[in-house]
């Protein structure tokens, strides 16, 4: 069911829809819509969308296409808002525009990039994307050209994907590897078992701990440098040497051969090399050090994104089970309306007219719960696909996640949590840190690097008549002239250590927004549970009067079925206000940096 209602005034149009904005009273909106929108940029659009229960796709197709038409939409509660996030952030343009401004984007990277501008960029294909146009080929000057060009592509490409590093974490955190085969047994599925499997197969928790493996490969990497590097090795060699290649040949003259050989001689040998000072080395490990803790903190942030996500799956399929259920008893209550309609129909006491009133209502609840149950299975498909279930695994839910509440927190003593236990603030931190000590790295270029090396071996026709030998060398290096190198590094270190001190701040002040629209949401969320909750009530003894007074001939059918359609929309509320409740509650966890571990303390699971 659909309410619209149209007001306007010279300057200004206002839409207020209440209900489902689904396919079957989308007709009725699509034709009013166009009796009655007006464009003109001094004439304002309203939509209030703040009573709306459900969107489906071609609702919100729909919705789009009233957006793009001027449209300024009203909403409240997470549902809706997500809707239209999700709306206005598609692309704008056609897709021939799009590509062309891509590529032309590529275009101005690349010679910026060819031609000194920095660019910063973390993850391994944008790291590639650059280095591809950083690096100069040595290849045909078509071949050079034509990988020119792919990898500004490449690099455009993934600097896009990385300045939307959210959505893209996002769609990580959505899919999985799914683990072994589908068994023929329904699986009861926990809340805490969905967080395990999720924290085990999740594509954004798996991605997020081989980065934590890479940064450590490349803590590795700088630690050698300040070790010892030793080797070792044993040769057998056989030789025939014509010193007539060498210009020689005269020497056959002498008596001696032009050609010498074969002869044969081993060796064994071994080496050993020590920096004893390299003040760049020593900040470029500490550096390393420093970003492998960053790395290994941003994977504990995104094993709370993880739990949150999961923990939203979990509670869209309760919504869309308890959705069924009120669906179910609607579709109930029409079927007794319509029997007893028509029972009244035969028997003469009413018009034919009441019986195709109740059927109609009949169809369209039976429509209403086909939707539901179809909403309920796919969103146990992206549950599955979330936390890496078998392909085609069937599961059920084995809590319920009743309505509670938590214990309270003031928002100073909330915001002192969450300095203290958000892994991505603490990361951006540590990456500020590692910054600064790359910056001091790029510095100690300037400084003298001692160091010292040497080999020994032993060499002869046989071991029996070998005979040893080495070399040893100790020098102190000083950089005199670099052309400019030094300079252009610690140039390049200053700027990054500037955008690290501008993230760390920016996310300090985004874990005080988090915190605060958590607690804004959770008591919004409190309310609206309240509120539906009488709703529901009133709606029940309402349509209990209405049936009584259609029993006793008071009153037809259209006063029943109005009163069952009310009950549909505060049984819709009520639940979208539980779900956005238990929601609000999960997010005040993540905001906190306490999902992973308190996530069933905030959403009252046993």
């Known amino acids: ?27 009725e909106l699509r034709t009013s819509w166009k009796r009655n929108h007006r464009t003109g940029k001094e004439r304002a659009c309203i939509v ?3 009573e709306i229960t459900f969107v489906d796709k071609s609702g919100e197709r729909f919705l789009r296409a009233m957006v793009r038409q001027g449209a300024q939409c009203i909403a409240s509660g997470i549902y809706i808002k997500d809707i239209l996030e999700n709306l206005t952030t598609k692309g704008k343009g056609s897709a021939l525009n799009r590509f062309g401004g891509f590529f032309l984007a590529a275009v101005v990277a690349t010679f910026a990039v060819r031609f000194g501008a920095e660019c910063l960029a973390t993850g391994v294909y ?14 045909s000057v078509l071949n050079r050209l034509a990988g020119f060009f792919f990898a500004a592509a490449m690099a455009v490409f993934a600097l896009l994907i990385g300045g939307t590093s959210a959505k893209a974490q996002n769609t990580a955190v959505a899919g999985s590897v799914p683990r072994g085969p589908a068994t023929d047994q329904v699986v009861q599925l926990t809340l805490r078992d969905a967080v395990n499997a999720a924290l085990r197969y999740n594509l954004g928790a798996i991605e997020g701990g081989e980065n934590a493996q890479i940064a450590r490969g490349q803590r590795l990497l700088a630690l050698s440098n300040l070790l010892p590097q030793v080797s070792a090795g044993a040769s057998e060699n056989v030789e025939q040497v014509n010193f007539a290649t060498f210009g020689l040949s005269g020497l056959k003259l002498q008596g001696i051969p032009t050609v010498v050989g074969p002869f044969g001689y081993i060796s064994v040998d071994g080496s050993i090399s020590q920096t004893l000072f390299s003040f760049e080395s020593i900040q470029r490990f500490r550096s390393a050090r420093t970003a492998e803790q960053a790395a290994q903190l941003s994977y504990q942030d995104i094993l709370d994104v993880v739990t949150l996500t999961v923990g939203n799956a979990y509670l869209q399929i309760i919504e869309a089970d308890s959705r069924i259920k009120a669906q179910e008893a609607q579709v109930q209550n029409a079927r007794a309306l319509y029997d007893r309609a028509v029972d009244q129909v035969q028997a003469g006491t009413a018009p034919r007219i009441e019986a195709t009133r109740t059927e109609v209502q009949l169809h369209t609840e039976e429509y209403n719960l086909s939707i539901a149950r179809n909403n309920f299975e796919v969103a146990k498909l992206a549950l599955g696909r979330a936390i890496g279930l078998p392909l085609g695994q069937q599961f059920e839910l084995a809590d319920a996640l009743p309505y509670s509440d938590i214990a309270p927190l003031t928002t100073g003593e909330a915001l002192d949590i969450a300095y203290k236990a958000r892994s991505d603030l603490r990361s951006a931190l540590d990456s500020q840190k590692s ?15 001692v160091a010292v090396n040497g080999d020994y071996g032993d060499i002869g026709p046989t071991f029996g008549r070998s005979h040893g030998d080495f070399t040893f060398q100790a020098g102190i290096r000083v950089p005199l002239f670099t052309g400019g190198r030094i300079k252009g590094d610690i140039t390049q270190a200053e700027a990054a250590l500037r955008q690290r001190k501008a993230e760390a701040e920016n996310l300090r002040g985004q874990v005080d927004y988090d915190v605060r629209t958590a607690f804004l949401n959770l008591n919004a969320a409190k309310e609206q549970v309240a509120v539906a909750k009488q709703n529901v009530e009133l709606a029940n003894e309402s349509l209990t009067r209405s049936k009584d007074r259609f029993t006793s001939g008071v009153t037809d059918s259209v006063e029943v079925v109005q009163a069952e359609q009310a009950l549909a929309s505060a049984n819709d509320q009520y639940i979208t206000s539980l ?19 308190n996530y069933e303390q905030y959403l009252g699971a046993k």
């Open 1 to 27: 069911m659909l309410k619209i209602s149209f007001s306007e005034i010279p300057t200004e149009e206002k839409w207020i829809l209440e209900g489902r904005l689904t396919d079957p009273w989308l007709r």
């Open 48 to 50: 209030d969308l703040r």
């Open 126 to 139: 944008i790291k590639h994307g650059l280095e591809q146009l950083i690096t100069k080929g040595k290849r």
């Open 435 to 449: 910054a600064a000590q790359t910056l001091s790295a790029a510095k100690g270029e300037r400084y003298p690097t």
């Open 579 to 597: 779900y956005n409740h238990n929601f609000s509650k999960l997010s005040l966890a993540r905001a906190l940096g306490v999902a992973r571990t």
